[in-house]
């Protein structure tokens, strides 16, 4: 009997058997090198909703409904994640180092500040969605514009896999659209 409590004491701390699926946004995608000016970019933590501090998979079954895949988590934070997928994709496609996350502490200023506010990205019935507004600041003038943002990408199909992906091609959307304002 005492090995029986055990053993069930172990299933059930172990969910049952079931067993987590965890996902990461994809490394940089591979873009042609865009030679740049020699700019220096400070980046800074990308703001996301609070359902994304959440490390399960959300989608929204309604309008106002979000619900969470059970066993299928997130990695890691997202808002680092899409912080570092901004920074290593704008690095890759304009060939410069001198994109870092900011504040950093070093004496020299970037030449521009880029802040993004992600206010959507879900998946909901057959796409996924990401809305987000942005402001690059000239750090040497104080001009500052911002931009709005939102692309709905269509799913293969239900499955995490495919929602993730889906996922990673809306972030590569919205970091087209900043490099091509910069």
Request: net charge positive.
């Amino acid at each position: 009997m005492k090995r029986f409590l055990t053993l069930a004491t172990v299933a059930i701390l172990n969910g049952c058997g079931a067993t987590s699926s965890y996902f990461i946004l994809s490394n940089v995608h591979n873009t042609s090198a865009i030679k740049h000016s020699n700019i220096s970019v400070g980046v800074e933590k990308v703001e996301v909703p609070k359902y994304l501090f959440k490390r399960e998979l959300a989608t929204l079954s309604s309008n106002n409904q979000v619900e969470f895949i059970p066993n299928v988590q997130w990695a890691e934070d997202m808002d680092e994640a899409l912080t570092r997928r901004v920074i290593g994709s704008l690095q890759k496609r304009w060939h410069n180092p001198n994109i870092s996350s900011y504040p950093w502490g070093v004496d020299k200023q970037p030449t521009a500040i880029l802040h993004i506010n992600i206010t959507k990205f879900i998946a909901q019935n057959s796409k996924v969605y990401l809305d987000a507004t942005y402001r690059i600041t000239n750090t040497k003038t104080s001009y500052s514009k911002s931009y709005m943002f939102d692309t709905q990408v269509a799913l293969q199909d239900s499955k995490p896999a495919s929602i993730v992906s889906s996922m990673d091609k809306a972030v590569e959307r919205l970091i087209n659209d900043i490099a091509r304002r910069m």
